[in-house]
């Protein structure tokens, strides 16, 4: 996703056409994606009825401050406008509109699966719930990373940390904007991760202007006295377009 970012990243700015097709760039209407789309969007993430497994939901490997701290969360979907979102295998289940003719790929969705889901045995990898505001376009993740993302021995793999941090910058792109592709993601380090251990990001939309959104992530402790990784990214916005009807 971030390379295929960078690639329109260069053709919007020369107004040239996308792999190949003679296009130019879709424009986003800016009606769209804070009128009535954004009902339909959140629709799609969050379907009233579905034979889909959803992975965020709670399991024997989540420690006891991912089960409380979810139950927290939970509470304030209630009351506070905060919006759970479900985890599908694949991103296609999710948006459930398909990409500009000049991005369309030809794959087996069912070999699809999103590379934060990759891992299927439980607590051994990403263990991962995400909650959305619409209202102040920003998200709070809450991630407790397994034994099979080890990068020093006890600890966290950075590129684990970025891969989820970048999973949770596109799910709220997408909502707060139809941001889509990642055109720039730069990381700070700042202390090690031990390894299924609940750590909690804190994404926010900056701002939104020609056509990109800009956001931050702080990843930090439940009791925020330790920071691990302060983040930033712009993702650009592109508006999909309707399934045909089959």
Not at 106 to 123: A, L, M, N, Y
Not at 160 to 167: F, G, K, T, V, Y
Request: hydrophobic share 35%; net charge neutral.
């Amino acid at each position: 996703m971030i390379r295929r970012g960078f690639q329109l990243a260069a053709r919007l700015g020369h107004h040239r056409g996308l792999l190949g097709d003679p296009r130019i760039l879709p424009r986003l209407n800016p009606a769209s994606a804070f009128g009535s789309s954004t009902d339909s969007m959140f629709s799609r993430f969050l379907p009233e009825k579905t034979d889909l497994k959803d992975d965020a939901l709670p399991d024997a490997s989540w420690c006891l401050d991912m089960l409380s701290l979810d139950q927290e969360f939970l509470e304030k979907t209630k009351s506070s406008g905060w919006i759970k979102l479900p985890s599908f295998k694949s991103n296609g289940d999710h948006i459930g509109l398909k990409l500009p003719s000049g991005l369309a790929v030809s794959s087996d969705k069912g070999d699809c699966r999103i590379f934060t889901r990759c891992i299927q045995v439980e607590g051994q990898g990403f263990e991962y719930v995400v909650f959305f505001q619409p209202s102040k376009k920003k998200s709070v993740c809450l991630f407790q990373p397994g034994p099979y993302l080890e990068g020093p021995p006890g600890f966290t793999h950075g590129g684990s940390l970025a891969a989820m941090m970048d999973e949770t910058f596109s799910k709220t792109a997408f909502l707060a904007g139809e941001g889509l592709f990642t055109l720039s993601f730069n990381i700070r380090f700042k202390n090690l991760i031990p390894m299924s251990s609940l750590v909690v990001m804190d994404i926010e939309v900056e701002k939104i202007e020609d056509q990109k959104l800009y956001m931050s992530c702080l990843v930090h402790s439940r009791d925020q006295q330790t920071v691990y990784t302060k983040s930033s990214g712009v993702f650009l916005q592109l508006q999909l377009e309707e399934e045909s009807p089959q």
